[in-house]
């Protein structure tokens, strides 16, 4: 069921952003496109630099919320920690002039501005008013309390950390994956009879990988060590780490497909179908997204529990779908954790090259959903 938002004046619309984008901005510059009357999620994006080209930065802004299908009108929003500048002539809001930037382009673009308002530590104002006045922050309701929206009162940052896991979890974890990886490595030779019996058991489930792959999002609580490691074993190899990703965004229909398809890559060189490569890079059809926040919990806990040297490819994982779901704050943050492990991890510096250009998914867009 949707839950229906309507704001009658600026304090009442600042109330509804927290819910249009998900959690409460920090440091950033929200624009909510509008359709007519109705508003299509939020795009958040940080504050400009002090080395950024503001012109740069306004084109680039007002170019990506402008592919939001059927927009007429956008409305921006500041949220800063600095506080207004006071002058004899009255008081100057921050940002101005990046806001000035960013209206002008708007403007440009033929899209009608519905408001422009900055929040701040000591209050609210409008950039509208020729003599910006303050206004308690108290007047605005927040998201969080709205019947019908989850939570938004943490910021774009909130939720990103992965899972505390105890010491006794992860050396479980390590030694599943050690001690699979060591009778996988036998592939059908005589297996020592001194090898762990779950280890032996383990090594059955990468033999039907799609149905794996399903079983692993269908009862994704508290998965055992062994099954977390055979997991992280299929991860590190690229064609398995691959489908179980099409199929996680998809179905298990298509999860076949995808590994067939990658085996075939692998095997002949023949190429992976359109469709399938398309999605990679946020084009074609939306995915499941409903499939991807399961498979997102999986692979934050298996990351969490993984040995280091093994978290590169759930921590990429969890960068695409938290991209693919319109949250780059959330995947910067997972590509930063590759970075510092693997530097030259191909899948990561992929999505690091889509993420730095703005590049934004297709299906992000076409559905209205918020992103950041």
């Known amino acids: 069921m949707n839950t229906v938002l309507r704001a009658t004046d600026s304090a009442d619309f600042l109330g509804l952003v ?7 901005p920090r440091q950033s510059i929200v624009l909510v496109p509008f359709q007519r009357s109705r ?10 630099r002090d080395d950024v080209e503001l012109g740069d930065y306004a084109d680039t802004a007002i170019g990506l919320v402008s592919r939001v299908s059927g927009m007429d009108a956008v409305a921006a929003v500041v949220y800063t920690d600095d506080l207004p500048l006071h002058t004899p002539d009255g008081m100057i809001l921050p940002q101005t002039v990046a806001m000035e930037e960013l209206l002008a382009v708007a403007v440009d673009t033929g899209l009608h501005i519905v408001d422009a ?42 939720g990103a950390e992965l899972p505390v896991v105890d010491l006794a979890e992860k050396e479980r974890v390590g030694r599943a994956l050690r001690e699979l990886s060591e009778v996988l490595a036998h592939d059908g030779g005589t297996h020592d009879e001194r090898e ?35 997991l992280l074993w299929c991860l590190e190899r690229p ?3 691959d489908a179980a990703l099409l199929q996680w965004a998809t ?9 067939d398809a990658q085996i075939a890559f692998s095997t002949t060189g023949r190429a992976v179908p359109d469709d399938l490569g398309q999605m990679f890079i946020g084009q074609g059809e939306a995915p499941d997204a409903e499939r ?33 779901l319109g949250r780059a704050t959330h995947a910067q943050h997972y590509l930063n954790a590759v970075g510092e492990i693997d530097p030259g991890y191909s899948l990561a510096r992929l999505l690091c090259t889509l993420i ?12 209205g959903r918020g992103a950041e």
């Open 356 to 367: 730095d250009a703005a590049v934004l998914p297709e299906w992000t867009f076409r559905r």
């Open 292 to 324: 991807l926040l399961v498979a997102l919990d999986v692979l934050r806990r298996a990351a969490a529990s993984a040995p280091r040297a093994s978290r590169s490819a759930p921590l990429t994982l969890a960068a695409w779908i938290s991209w693919a």
């Open 117 to 158: 308002l900055c929040v701040m530590p000591c209050g609210w104002s409008s950039y509208f008013d020729d003599d910006p006045e303050l206004n308690p922050l108290d007047e605005i309701e927040q998201g969080a309390e709205i019947p019908g929206v989850p939570d938004v009162s943490g910021d774009q940052d909130a």
């Open 18 to 24: 927290p819910a249009l984008a998900g959690f409460t």
């Open 251 to 259: 179905d298990l229909p298509t999860g076949i497909r995808a590994f």
């Open 239 to 241: 064609p398995l780490r």
């Open 196 to 230: 762990n019996p779950q280890a032996l058991a383990a090594a059955l489930l990468p033999d039907d990988l799609p149905m794996f792959f399903e079983t692993v999002i269908a009862r994704p609580d508290e998965l055992p060590p062994f099954v977390t490691g055979a």
């Open 39 to 48: 508003a299509h999620g939020a795009m958040r994006i940080d504050l400009p």
